[in-house]
């Protein structure tokens, strides 16, 4: 994940989240400001944790049990990201 400043300039890893001037992502650094209590979140602590926590897996029922968990703590959005795309069959690329 790379925050941007207005220049276009990405913001080095360490970089505090308070010397962010954007409004990109906003919601992930006041989420982690929230969520790091002890020191200044930088930009490198919001890509780990959006590495680590913006992905479910299994089945069905699982994966709608953990979007319940994130409904009940106040998440609002979520965007839907195929991990593979399958390619068409034989079939469909004939018509």
Same mark, same amino acid.
């Given at each position: 994940?790379? #925050?941007?400043?207005?220049?276009?300039r990405?913001?080095?890893?360490?970089?505090?989240?308070?010397?962010?001037?954007?409004?990109?992502?906003?919601?992930?650094?006041?989420?982690? =400001?929230?969520a790091?209590?002890? $020191?200044?979140?930088? #930009?490198?602590?919001?890509?780990?944790?959006?590495?680590?926590n =913006?992905?479910?897996?299994?089945?069905?029922?699982? #994966?709608?049990?953990?979007?319940?968990?994130?409904?009940?703590?106040?998440?609002?959005?979520?965007?839907?990201?195929?991990?593979v #795309?399958?390619?068409?069959? *034989? =079939? =469909?690329? *004939? $018509?």
């Open positions: 994940m790379a #925050i941007l400043d207005r220049t276009g990405v913001y080095p890893p360490k970089t505090p989240l308070s010397e962010v001037g954007t409004n990109t992502s906003k919601g992930f650094t006041e989420w982690l =400001s929230k790091i209590t002890d $020191r200044e979140p930088l #930009i490198e602590d919001l890509a780990w944790l959006q590495a680590r =913006s992905r479910i897996v299994g089945a069905a029922e699982q #994966i709608a049990d953990e979007l319940e968990r994130w409904r009940d703590v106040g998440v609002d959005g979520i965007n839907v990201i195929n991990w #795309i399958p390619a068409p069959s *034989r =079939s =469909s690329a *004939r $018509r």
